[in-house]
């Protein structure tokens, strides 16, 4: 029971806490003021020199005690296991794990129980070492603060500087996730291009994974899988998409922001932003069932009216779609930049006797330009990334086309599928999807650096 | 000039006894820029001592030296000597809190916190911990705020937020909270600067009257108030002090002409 | 409209001494002021139509939804008086053939094996799940013979809510017989037929037949993976903002984490997804040591890890943003009496931030509550059914169960997503609701 030593820890270290406290309340008698630091901090002190390294401590006794279980595992049974593939040889280990600590597995069988014994042994072992182990080291923790407690000690520094060190860690694990997400992504797709080759990758004209040829040998004629992952036709589904998105998004979402921050009165402005918020606050889901429920069939419908081959998935109803749910994105970025044109400069235009539209495409829009165009690129990597809305709007089938009528599928929807179901973890299939996670990742990492320098450069220009 | 600061060198010598804080060539750096030029300057127990000078001649900085407020500043940085009671206060010894808890400070603009009148002169004391239980850290409150001249007007109302009363009222609060953790120094950053001339004279009367009590730091950009409340001044300019003494010396007797300038208003 | 002076002093003689009173000034002057109308009215029209686009998208979602949340119920005579059921057994009984026996037993004139088989079919293939939940709640009946409201089949449901589409087409292109039609409007006549609140809806999970599928385990398992994500990311975030607005020196690791922040906020939700199945579920093999891995697949708990690193950005940009409104002279009022700097922090700074901070939180967890596509990497796709009981159980979450819906062809399905669809947005408004009222209420000016 790791849980409950940890339980066991925790309540010491609370007794520890106030008896930590009463004794410098003994110590300093009746001049509470010659303390240097408040009772409280000489309890928290207490407290924290007794959980920092039992905590510490237990979270690596747990890392050693997995390992050692699994290295007995694999030493006492690697007959059985070297007879089994590897979703079965994970199969084995977890229903081992389930019977020991008294769970009911799918498949019992006499070397799963005598594993299993085993396990329950080593563990029950382990936790009595790692329990004294633990155990000594509190009582040595607890010694070294309690009798340290004195009017000179400074307490309440030690405890602030952990707290400190705790913030410091928060702030960090902003970076330990982009270096975990670069780590997974690179780890994997390091491991799919050892079997097809990055330029195929890149420049092959031809996807379906479907057809990629897994299971023993897979490796030998990895030459024919190289053939089946070119993702050409995704990054030009992806393209085709974003580009009608933002055939809608950019000037509805830009003039929206100049009608609403320029000529709409006070009234109309109170009504029309909240609904703007709300088009943003939809989830991306609502939008795909709204694509696939609506659009889709009217824009088929619609063609079919005037006699043209409309697919029911077609990358025109996914990029409309997607054009609305970045409407209000473009345009509170529009607004924002829009806003930080200086008055002076519209007065400018305004004494000369220009109209307000003149003033707005003359002026206004040109000193606004660099904003806009990162507003423009931010979307671009919202349209390029958003997912939910492709995957059930737009298709499957990786067409290399332009046609706006046409099915295309885009890379999110190829993650999507590539990864949703029951796969083997290990297949070119699966790691193809990292790869495309990977060029994701960097693209929209691109597009981002790119709009904040140019955002920024504007800014300066006018703070 | 050299003449001059030791002159007070040799003064200050003579009467090691009669001096609260004794600063030696304290100078200050914002980066690499120098805000305060090796400043000589004691300071003189349950006295009054003004700062004056033009704007930017470092006087608020010189001030914030004095409880190492400067330190929250991470580009600034403080060198020579600043002593309270004999103790360099920028030793590593030294602890800032309990520098602070000694030297207080009140604020150009009153800044209450935006909690009730009693929670904010009881937060110094709680934190200090220097009230055993909730009657004796009441006491603390109300001796703070008698002091402060505060008490009968707002002892009926002590659960309202401090934030509620009249500019003049929040700058009293402001100095019940500095006063209620019992310091021996108060440095006052203008503290009128933001009140009307009733207010202004209700708090300048106020420290007038704090001097029985503790040894006050008044930085001040109005002649006439260090005329009515110090009776030591220091004439600060371009982050030199120029001249020290008795208020009514300087302002009666400058030697040096920049001082004189400033106080006729030629230079300010 | 200043620079012109129109005044027609009516006969064209009257002296025209400024420039603009030529008659061609004059005209261009018309042309540009029917150009700065046209700019207005596109400007207007671009909002109607992102208005436009809203209302349609709710109209949908609202006009799909409502038939969802009602049903229809057909009441059956129950023979419960068969020696095998006890009030002991009732919970686990099988009703299957009690109910068939009591449904085929209104219809004493259908003898035909295959006429039966289609008779069976109007009532709900989970109908006997229904009786047994009936029965089990009313102990007395067992013993008698009762009259049960069982579903209907979502293929009647949606006969009485008119969803068939044109039933005057020929027989082979509609999904309901005319037999079937006959029958339950026999059913009709004689009262049997009860439109009802959906209960099934509100308390079942997941089922392949949509008459049984209700969202109940997937608002569960939005619940527990919303607290989880709110767990770690709240005090991670905010902690974190703390450090880089108060504390942090301005140097380049500190730069780093903020251009690392805006970016992470701008990284595709799915990326995270990935992140999730590559570091949370399978680890990192790096041979002799795997970073990471182990956390349960499909689990609430691996959602709401994901998802919490996810808000983490919006958490810390938006707590930031709150922190750094609390004005510098309180700090300093609280360092001048002796504060500590972290007693400054936690004593004044982050209190008066809270409202803000908080804000900030239910605005990332209502994105959260939205979010599918990285849930869908961790496997929470899964078809479940069971309502999910602990963090580690498998789940599935709203967003997720409308996903799945909407891929499922049955109209009924159909009705079922619009409704999940109305309840999740209807989550979302109050969250945003509280949001809102939390910053009118509590905002301070400084």
């Known amino acids: 029971m790791p849980s409950t030593a940890l339980f066991v820890l925790l309540v010491f270290s609370l007794i520890a806490f106030f008896a930590a406290r009463s004794k410098a309340f003994a110590v300093a008698g009746d001049h509470i003021g010659e303390l240097h630091s408040r009772p409280i901090y000489h309890g928290a002190y207490t407290t924290l020199t007794i959980l920092v390294p039992g905590i510490i401590f237990w979270l690596l006794w747990n890392f050693i005690a997995t390992r050692w279980i699994s290295a007995s595992i694999s030493s006492q049974f690697s007959e059985t296991l070297s007879s089994l593939t590897l979703p079965q040889q994970e199969g084995f280990i977890r229903d081992v794990m389930t019977l020991a600590s008294g769970g009911v597995a799918t498949f019992v069988d006499e070397t799963k129980i005598t594993a299993a014994q085993m396990v329950a042994e080593i563990r029950s072992r382990q936790l009595w070492i790692g329990g004294s182990i633990l155990a000594a080291l509190s009582v040595v923790c607890c010694w070294f603060a309690y009798t340290r407690i004195t009017l000179k000690m400074r307490a309440r520094h030690r405890v602030e500087q952990l707290i400190r060190i705790m913030l410091i860690v928060c702030s960090v694990v902003a970076i330990l996730t982009t270096l975990g997400i670069v780590f997974s992504l690179i780890f994997e797709s390091v491991r799919f291009f050892g079997r097809v080759s990055f330029l195929d990758f890149l420049f092959g004209l031809h996807w379906s994974p479907q057809s990629a040829f897994e299971g023993a040998g897979s490796e030998a004629i990895s030459a024919d899988n190289s053939k089946v992952f070119g993702a050409i036709p995704l990054f030009a589904g992806t393209l085709l998409i974003t580009f009608i998105a933002m055939c809608v998004a950019a000037p509805v979402g830009l003039m929206s922001a100049i009608y609403l921050s320029d000529y709409a009165s006070q009234g109309f402005r109170r009504i029309a932003k909240p609904v703007l918020e709300v088009l943003a606050g939809v989830p991306t889901v609502v939008y795909g069932f709204f694509a696939a429920l609506t659009v889709a069939p009217a824009i088929r419908g619609w063609g079919e009216s005037i006699g043209l081959d409309v697919s029911s998935e077609s990358a025109l109803a996914a990029g409309l779609v997607m054009g609305i749910m970045i409407i209000p994105f473009v345009s509170s970025l529009s607004d924002d930049v829009i806003n930080a044109v200086p008055q002076s400069l519209r007065d400018g235009s305004a004494g000369l006797g220009a109209t307000k539209s003149e003033t707005i495409r003359k002026v206004v829009l040109p000193a606004a330009l660099p904003g806009i165009v990162s507003a423009m690129l931010l979307a671009v990597s919202r349209a390029v990334g958003e997912t939910m809305i492709v995957v059930m709007a737009a298709g499957l089938a990786a067409n290399l086309t332009i046609n706006p009528l046409e099915a295309v599928t885009t890379v999110t929807v190829q993650i999507v599928t590539l990864l949703v179901g029951d796969q083997e973890f290990d297949s070119a299939k699966t790691l193809a999807a990292f790869a495309l996670g990977l060029i994701l990742f960097f693209i929209t990492l691109a597009l981002n650096i790119v709009a904040l320098r140019v955002v920024q450069k504007y800014r300066e220009q006018y703070d | 000039m050299d003449t001059l600061v030791d002159n007070i060198i040799a003064e200050a010598s003579g009467k090691e006894a009669n001096i609260k804080m004794r600063c030696r060539d304290v100078s200050v750096f914002y980066a690499e820029k120098q805000a305060l030029n090796e400043v000589n300057l004691d300071i003189k127990p349950k006295q009054v001592t003004a700062l004056i000078g033009p704007s930017g001649c470092g006087k608020s900085t010189f001030l914030r030296c004095l409880n190492r407020m400067n330190d929250t500043i991470d580009i600034c940085r403080v060198t020579g000597e600043i002593l309270l009671d004999n103790e360099d206060i920028y030793d590593p010894s030294i602890d800032v809190v309990d520098l602070r808890a000694d030297v207080g400070m009140v604020f150009q603009k009153p800044n209450p916190f935006p909690k009730s009148i009693y929670e904010n002169v009881a937060y110094g004391p709680r934190i200090h911990g220097l009230a055993r239980g909730k009657a004796e850290l009441t006491q603390i409150v109300e001796k703070s705020l008698k002091r402060a001249g505060l008490w009968e007007e707002v002892k009926d109302r002590l659960d309202e937020p401090g934030t509620g009363l009249s500019g003049g009222q929040q700058q009293r609060l402001c100095i019940a909270r500095a006063i209620a953790v019992s310091p021996e120094v108060i440095l006052m950053d203008e503290p009128c600067s933001a009140l009307d001339p009733i207010a202004t004279a209700v708090v300048e009367e106020l420290i007038d009257e704090l001097r029985q009590n503790y040894t006050i730091v008044i930085v001040t950009h109005s002649m006439q108030q260090a005329a009515r409340v110090s009776q030591e001044t220091a004439f600060f300019h371009l982050g030199n002090i120029v001249e020290t003494g008795s208020t009514d010396e300087i302002f009666t007797n400058p030697k040096d002409p920049r001082t004189e300038s400033y106080i006729t208003g030629r230079i300010g | ?446």
């Open chain 3, 1 to 446: 409209m200043t620079d012109i002076a129109p005044e027609n002093m009516g006969d064209g003689t009257t002296v025209t001494r400024l420039r603009h009173h030529s008659p061609e000034r004059r005209a261009r002057t018309a042309k540009r002021f029917a150009a700065e109308r046209r700019f207005k009215y596109l400007g207007l029209s671009a909002v109607l139509l992102a208005a436009a686009f809203l209302v349609l998208l709710l109209w949908t979602v609202v006009g799909n939804a409502l038939p969802a949340f009602t049903a229809h119920y057909v009441k059956v005579p129950l023979d419960l008086t068969t020696e095998k059921l006890t009030k002991e057994n009732a919970a686990d009984f099988n009703y299957r053939k009690i109910v068939r026996a009591g449904f085929g037993g209104l219809f004493p004139d259908v003898k035909k094996r295959r006429e039966k088989r289609s008779l069976n079919k109007l009532v709900s293939s989970g109908a006997a799940i229904a009786a047994r939940w009936e029965v089990s709640d009313n102990l007395d009946w067992v013993g008698t013979k009762a009259e049960v409201l069982l579903p209907l089949s979502d293929t009647a449901d949606l006969y009485f809510k008119d969803l068939l589409g044109d039933l005057s087409r020929p027989e082979s292109e509609r999904t309901i017989s005319d037999k079937e039609i006959a029958w339950l409007k026999e059913l009709d006549e004689q009262g049997r037929i009860e439109r009802t609140w959906n209960t099934i809806f509100f308390s079942n999970g997941a089922s392949r037949e949509s008459e049984m599928a209700g969202i109940w385990g997937a608002v569960v398992g939005s619940f527990l993976t919303l607290i989880v994500t709110l767990a770690l990311s709240f005090p991670v975030g905010v902690a974190g903002a703390i450090y880089l607005e108060e504390f942090a020196p301005k140097n380049r690791l500190t730069d780093l984490i903020e251009v690392n922040i805006n970016n992470l906020a701008a990284v595709p939700s799915i990326v995270f997804g990935l992140l999730g199945l590559g570091i949370f579920i399978n680890g990192v093999d790096f041979g002799w040591f795997t970073l990471g891995g182990g956390s349960p697949r499909s689990a609430a708990l691996t959602g709401g890890m994901v998802l919490a690193l996810m808000t983490l950005p919006t958490m810390i940009i938006a707590s930031r943003a709150a922190i750094k409104s609390v004005p510098p002279s309180i700090r300093e009022a609280a360092l001048g009496v002796g504060a500590s700097k972290i007693q400054t922090v936690f004593h004044h700074v982050l209190p008066l931030a809270m409202p803000g901070v908080l804000t900030g939180s239910i605005i990332g967890m209502a994105r959260a509550l939205g979010e599918t596509a990285p849930l869908l990497m961790i496997g929470m796709v899964a078809f479940i059914v069971d309502i999910p009981g602990s963090l580690s159980d498998p789940a599935t979450v709203l967003p997720v169960q409308i996903y799945m819906w909407a891929d499922f062809p049955e109209i009924g399905f159909q009705q079922k997503t619009a409704a999940a669809t109305l309840i999740l947005l209807g989550f979302l408004v109050l969250m945003n609701g509280l949001a809102v009222v939390l910053r009118s209420k509590f905002e301070r000016r400084w």
